[in-house]
């Protein structure tokens, strides 16, 4: 393949590796995912009276180099929770893409996939996996979902596939990335702390959340916890700017979004803060202002009483004209299907793009990679018997910033890339910037964190230019830290 005129040589392993639901079962397994035969264990007759386990798919692509010499190697994953990595493999850094024009719902098959010019493979090594129970991932034995449905199951089963994946190629010495996309940036974070005793030289974080307290979806269902709705405001401003709904259009939007944020932490905050208590003079101002940046009428936003969710939002921007703004990505757009309804009932976007990315990664593992010709590739495991995700810690609730936290107090040589679109309503920007500022770390330890954001949406790769513009900045990440300085 070639990545930015180079010529790039390179071997794809597809393959599976099966891993245990603890640390004591998973050391029982050998790296076939079979009991060693000194265990002292014995199979049962019956796979669903087993141990339960997780046989995790991934496709891993090496460079070919001079022996002896050292690459890193960067695990990949998308998140839903629940989704498999389809986006991340054929639409990012992957040898191989799919071509989406951007903001449009393009006709149906054939699609285009092509040599991926901004394929991360000219830096680093690449693991792309599949969650347990997506993808050609599979959970098998006794109480198997629980044992891998949820926030810490769900890390500890990537840990250990992690330190498998090392042993079986040899990589243990190799500079080590993780690389989550949305719930895959939660993931992460406890991940990296899971992982004791292997220290990272960088995590990329790509449409982060962290905390779900700060979701605009639903925060309604969150009373007294006022903080979501400031920090989705930067996202509907960029959005009513990206579709022409401001009364005065600012020029440019960065210099507009600076001003929306500091309104969004000061008197927006402080007036959702007061309740019932705010006077209503005051009320009406805050609602004038918010119409300012978001286009909404005052009248909406005064029956609201301040407070739009996401979906809400997604709902009304462009309802004038029938339409239903995207979530993933708000400058898609598409018919409205219920127009009484009060929230978005669908997200464009991702009917925009999902039959091609599934059509896709379908034709290029059976295809090119010739693997799973009798197996179903599962894009998510949504409608999965027995799929629910256990989103409560025993300690922590939602909220892994504690672990990141950890991770980075551990090793302080542990640098941090954080990425995203201002178009983005799933995990809005500005949300992932607070959570960040919000880490109990150290002030010093700030340093390691960089910031990387686009004029995209969560997937800030369905733009061919930003798409080569956000190789540039994980490549120099990459290169910056590979040496652990």
Do not use: C
């Amino acid at each position: 393949m070639t990545v930015g005129g180079q010529a790039i040589a390179y071997r794809a392993v597809a393959g599976t590796l099966t891993v245990g639901a603890t640390n004591s079962q998973d050391a029982l397994l050998g790296l076939d995912g079979k009991l060693l035969p000194d265990s002292g264990e014995k199979a049962p007759e019956r796979i669903e009276d087993a141990a339960p386990t997780a046989r995790i798919f991934y496709t891993a692509y090496f460079k070919k180099v001079a022996p002896g010499e050292i690459r890193p190697i960067t695990f990949l994953y998308n998140g839903g929770p629940g989704s498999s990595t389809m986006w991340l493999h054929m639409g990012s850094f992957g040898p191989k893409r799919v071509v989406t024009t951007d903001t449009v719902h393009e006709a149906a098959a054939p699609y285009k996939i092509v040599n991926n010019d901004a394929s991360l493979l000219d830096v680093s090594d690449l693991v792309f996996i599949d969650a347990p129970g997506t993808g050609f991932s599979r959970v098998f034995g006794k109480n198997a979902g629980e044992a891998f449905w949820g926030i810490d199951q769900d890390a500890h089963a990537f840990e250990r596939f992690i330190r498998r994946f090392l042993t079986k190629y040899e990589r243990w010495n190799s500079p080590k990335y993780i690389f989550g996309e949305s719930y895959g940036t939660p993931r992460s974070a406890v991940l990296s702390a899971d992982l004791q005793n292997v220290d990272l030289n960088g995590i990329i974080l790509l449409s982060a959340i962290l905390s779900f307290d700060n979701s605009a979806d639903e925060p309604e269902l969150n009373p007294g916890v006022d903080q979501a709705y400031a920090l989705a405001l930067p996202t509907y401003a960029a959005s009513a700017w990206y579709h022409k709904k401001l009364a005065n259009q600012p020029p440019a939007l960065e210099p507009f979004l600076a001003e929306v944020e500091q309104y969004a932490l000061g008197e927006y905050m402080a007036a959702l803060l007061q309740g019932s208590e705010l006077p209503e003079a005051r009320k009406q101002a805050v609602a004038e202002k918010l119409h300012d940046y978001t286009g909404l009428p005052v009248a909406y936003l005064m029956k609201s009483n301040l407070r739009v969710e996401g979906g809400a939002f997604s709902k009304t921007l462009q309802e004038d004209a029938g339409l239903t703004t995207g979530r993933l990505d708000t400058r898609y757009a598409g018919p409205d299907y219920d127009p009484l309804s009060k929230d978005a009932d669908y997200d464009p976007q991702s009917n925009a793009i999902s039959s091609a990315y599934t059509t896709a990664i379908n034709q290029y593992m059976r295809e090119d990679l010739k693997y799973g010709q009798n197996w179903t590739y599962k894009p998510s495991a949504y409608g999965e018997p027995g799929f629910h995700w256990q989103m409560r810690r025993t300690e922590g609730g939602q909220n892994v910033m504690p672990d990141l936290a950890k991770t980075l107090k551990a090793n302080p040589k542990t640098k941090v890339l954080l990425a995203g679109g201002y178009y983005d309503l799933a995990t809005p920007f500005f949300e992932g910037i607070y959570e960040m500022h919000h880490l109990p770390i150290p002030k010093s330890l700030q340093a390691n964190i960089s910031y990387k954001y686009y004029q995209a949406g969560h997937m800030i790769y369905v733009n061919d230019g930003i798409l080569k513009q956000f190789h540039d900045d994980v490549a120099a990440f990459i290169k910056g830290t590979e040496a652990a300085k």
